[in-house]
């Protein structure tokens, strides 16, 4: 369905995330006939720059990251371009304000995309406020890092809120835009099958995956003040753990989905100590250590974690959450693996090795859905069990529809200019998010220990498999 013309501003617009992602996004979606040649796309930069230069940036980036020619046709591209315009702005200063103003259209939609780092979120939102630039029906949107804990992150919801009021804020977590998280809504809540057993009744625990083959190569001073907890726990992690275990909500409308998720967060025991593990990845061969990626040759900055995680409500009590994400393992992998208990009385022989059944959820790559059963193994031998998956592959289940899927940021881009937050944080979830992981933070501070040390391309530290080992379960492989 295509949406309604719009005026899209991209301050950072000439940067990273806008070449690589925002702009190819909105591309494809012209392609796929959403986004109208009526609508608009002004980049702000600081540096001074012709519309056509511009132009000639995109057309390169958009060659560089829509890589087949089939896929981006001449005309297409050339009508693309024509969408996209320039202004040269000094976010904090005078330059180019005037000038975008005079760009923007009345009565259309406007949304202010801030691609920039968070220290300008507040000074731009108020230039936008204070210009009159923002209409009461603008958006704005912003990204992650969205604070560095709990008090920044208060203190970013302080300024944003000062000039934008919280429906027209859009804080995006690209996870919730990715087309399986999505799908984990519609597997719980337009299946009538998994509903009843999603609870600590039948479910023994829950593991949630995000492993990566990356390291920190080239973002060491970013990375090296986060490390795995902020870059990833607080806010992709917590976002697939809050879909998980959330309850059904009443409609699927943006308070009633963030209502839910909030009280999960909000339902979260402190984690203690011993059911935490921080990891480090050494040299292995030719490929540097974490240590060789940053500046300070002392860092204690973790590029693993691993979490037990208790939830203290009807539905979870007693059935813990196991959450892992790491830099330079074995694979990239992200899944969350529903494990169910064994069957309450067993009627066949103790000679194969028996385990409950497995929900898996995989959302990169070969993203589907493997459901673990037993099944008698074939032939005269006996009552012999074994497991077998019944497997879905979106990809064959999909045919050629596959191929459509969409990057995240193409879904999160539309429904901005649809005004749909519905995959989008609240401010009062980030806080939350926060209060939690801080108190595992401060805790590891206190500790004063150095990350376990894991090597690069493994499955992470030793003490992680020791969590799951003293509890008498065992991860996943992560292959
Ligand atoms: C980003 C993190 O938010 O997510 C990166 O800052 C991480 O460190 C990335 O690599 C993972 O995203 P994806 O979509 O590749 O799983």
């Known amino acids: 369905i295509p949406v309604d013309a719009f005026d899209l501003v991209i301050f950072g617009g000439t940067g990273d995330l806008a070449r690589r992602k925002i702009l190819p996004s909105l591309f494809r979606r012209m392609r796929a006939g959403q986004m109208p040649a009526t609508a608009r796309v002004i980049a702000c930069a600081r540096g001074k720059m012709t519309r056509k230069a511009f132009q000639q940036m995109i057309r390169e980036a958009l060659l560089e990251f829509i890589p087949r020619p089939e896929d981006r046709p001449d005309d297409l591209l050339a009508q693309f371009l024509e969408v996209l315009d320039f202004v040269a702005l000094d976010a904090t200063g005078e330059a180019g304000w005037a000038e975008l103003g005079e760009k923007l259209r009345p009565d259309t939609v406007r949304a202010f995309y801030l691609s920039v780092g968070p220290a300008l979120f507040g000074p731009i939102a108020h230039r936008l406020h204070e210009t009159g630039l923002a209409t009461a029906d603008s958006r704005i949107v912003v990204e992650k890092p969205l604070g560095h804990d709990l008090p920044s992150a208060r203190e970013l919801n302080r300024q944003l809120s000062e000039s934008f009021s919280e429906h027209q804020i859009y804080r995006i977590d690209h996870y919730l835009g990715k087309e399986t998280v999505q799908n984990l809504m519609a597997l719980r809540f337009a299946n009538a ?5 999603w609870n600590a009744q039948h479910i023994d625990h829950v593991q949630i995956t995000v492993s990566e083959k990356i390291g920190v190569e080239g973002r060491g001073g970013y990375y090296d003040k986060s490390g795995a907890m902020r870059d990833m726990v607080q806010n992709h992690i917590m976002q697939l753990l809050c879909l998980t275990a959330m309850e059904p909500p009443a409609r699927f409308e943006p308070d009633a ?3 839910e998720k909030l009280k999960v967060i909000r339902a979260l025991d402190p984690v203690p100590i011993g059911d935490t593990v921080r990891g480090q990845y050494r040299a292995n061969g030719t490929t540097g250590s974490y240590l060789d990626h940053v500046e300070n040759p002392d860092s ?3 590029s693993y974690v691993a979490l037990k995680v208790q939830i203290s409500n009807w539905r979870w009590a007693g ?3 196991y959450l892992r994400t790491g830099k330079k393992l074995r694979a990239r992998l992200s899944e969350i693996a529903v494990m169910f208990k064994e069957v309450p009385h067993s009627i066949f022989p103790e000679v ?3 385990r409950g059944n497995a929900l898996i959820i995989r959302l990169q790559p070969d993203e589907g859905i493997t459901l673990r059963m037993t099944i008698k193994d074939p032939g005269p ?12 592959t979106f990809a064959d289940a999909l045919g050629d529809m596959a191929e459509e899927v969409p990057d995240a940021y193409e879904r999160l881009v539309m429904d901005v200019i649809r005004g749909n937050q519905t995959l989008f944080m609240r401010g009062d979830e980030v806080e939350a998010a926060w209060a939690w992981t801080d108190a595992i933070i401060a805790s590891w501070e206190d500790d004063r220990a150095r990350p376990e040390p894991y090597d690069t391309g493994g499955s992470g530290p030793e003490e992680a498999l020791a969590l799951m080992h003293r509890d008498g379960r065992r991860w996943r492989e992560i292959e």
């Not at 099958?193 to 057993?197: A, D, Q, S």
């Not at 031998?381 to 879905?392: A, S």
Request: glycine share 6%; proline share 10%.
């Open 193 to 197: 099958l998994f509903e009843p057993l």
């Open 257 to 259: 989905v963030r209502d």
């Open 300 to 302: 204690r900055t973790e």
């Open 319 to 321: 059935t813990p959450f």
């Open 352 to 354: 194969s090795q028996r």
């Open 381 to 392: 031998g006996g009552m012999r069990l074994r497991e077998v998956p019944l497997d879905m």
